[in-house]
């Protein structure tokens, strides 16, 4: 069975690198060592063990100083030129995938760096289509107690969501400091999450209760996200003590199942759409290359030459044949059929209809069909 990839995304200080130590911990208890990439060319120290690291391939600081650019415009080049060589990436991974379960994956504190960026999608899109991929969204839980906070973290994900077109598990991380409870209940009871604006301080003078600018901005919102809540796993932990990480890997599973039971076929649909979009494109740029070159036309083709009205054939450039001259073949050799793939096919298939249909002759032999047109200009 292929490996789960889980891609960890969050804002900066959400606690992605050490939720991640803890996962790779929890896995080595279960014997079940995980594939460890980390993607984060800034990060100063990364405390475990890596089986792929950006920073073995890109230097951050000379990023920063070669292309003269600030620190997060150097993570986003950084990631652009790894990016370059992310097939050779997913060929190791996928070399010793029969090896781990799952491949974990970090990524920069900066997360409009990974997600907003074409590197980005690149390096996702490259996992999602070898191995079934599942994003990991962390939250600060206590940093996220209040109403708007919540909903700016979720609109967040919301985006992401979209943007990666994977499915995604909401983790509220720090649970030993906040228990995520609150946040479930606001994702899954509507009047809970309507009490806590009312009720919230920011939000509310003693007169406004609820009915100001920002309540009712972030109560049109909560209405909006409502259906996407209903797709995402939910699961509270902490980093610090290990809780929920069972709770986690089950979320996971239960992700891998929904990725190859609707996301894998609906990402096949998608491309084999864009392929057939593509393959539309060319056949009309190819009926616009024969209408140029007059192949597709039933009158005659025009001819724009001098000689056009010398009848002699020598004027043409035409010459005799000469005798001691090997003589050549015009159509590919047997053995070298192979070599043409099926788009080569369809273009000369189409010309060599185009060339029967001009010089009105039905056998396909193209150097007869020259010497056929010859005679009858003479
Ligand atoms: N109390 C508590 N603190 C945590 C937990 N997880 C992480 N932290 C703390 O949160 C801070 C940020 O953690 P990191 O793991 O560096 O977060 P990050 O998202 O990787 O940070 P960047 O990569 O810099 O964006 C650190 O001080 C951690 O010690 C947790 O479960 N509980």
Redesign the pocket.
């Known amino acids: 069975m292929a490996p789960a990839t889980i891609i960890c995304v969050?804002?900066?200080?959400?606690?992605?690198?050490?939720?991640?130590?803890?996962l790779n911990s929890h896995l080595h208890t279960k014997k079940e060592a995980p594939y460890v990439i980390n993607l984060?060319p800034a990060?100063l120290k990364v405390p475990f063990g890596c089986n792929i690291d950006i920073r073995d391939s890109v230097k951050y600081k000379k990023v920063m100083e070669n292309y003269n650019l600030g620190p997060n415009g150097a993570i986003v080049t950084s990631l652009n030129l790894f990016s370059t060589k992310i097939d050779q990436v997913i060929g190791l991974v996928d070399k010793k995938s029969d090896k781990f379960k799952h491949c974990i994956v970090?990524?920069?504190?900066?997360?409009e760096c990974f997600i907003w960026s074409a590197s980005g999608a690149i390096i996702t899109e490259a996992f999602a289509s070898t191995f079934p991929t599942v994003i990991a969204y962390?939250i600060?839980t206590?940093r996220s107690s209040s109403p708007t906070t919540f909903i700016s973290n979720m609109l967040y994900a919301c985006s992401i969501l979209y943007k990666t077109k994977l499915p995604m598990i909401v983790v509220f991380?720090?649970?030993?400091?906040r228990d995520a409870d609150f946040a479930k209940e606001w994702m899954t009871d509507f009047e809970a999450f309507q009490n806590a604006l009312r009720t919230n301080s920011e939000l509310n003078d003693e007169t406004s209760n609820g009915s100001g600018y920002m309540a009712s901005l972030v109560n049109s919102m909560s209405l909006m996200l409502e259906e996407f809540y209903s797709t995402l796993d939910v699961v509270g932990?902490?980093?610090?003590?290990g809780a929920g990480f069972d709770e986690f890997l089950d979320a996971v599973d239960s992700k891998v199942e929904e990725y190859n039971d609707y996301y894998q076929k609906e990402r096949e649909r998608i491309i084999k759409e864009k392929e057939e979009k593509e393959k539309e494109a060319k056949q009309k740029q190819l009926s616009h290359l024969m209408k140029d070159l007059g192949l597709g036309k039933k009158e005659p083709v025009d001819t724009l030459s001098d000689a056009e009205d010398e009848d002699d054939g020598y004027e043409h450039g035409l010459v005799e044949p000469d005798i001691n001259e090997p003589q050549r073949e015009y159509t590919f050799a047997e053995d070298r059929n192979g070599e043409i793939d099926e788009n080569n096919k369809q273009v000369q298939e189409v010309y060599q209809k185009a060339f029967e249909k001009n010089s009105k002759v039905a056998k396909s032999d193209v150097a007869e069909t020259i010497a056929n047109y010859i005679r009858q200009q003479r």
């Open positions: 969050g804002m900066a200080g959400s606690g992605k690198t050490t939720f991640l130590q803890r984060d990060v970090d990524t920069p504190g900066q997360i962390i600060d206590p991380n720090k649970t030993d400091v932990c902490s980093a610090y003590t």
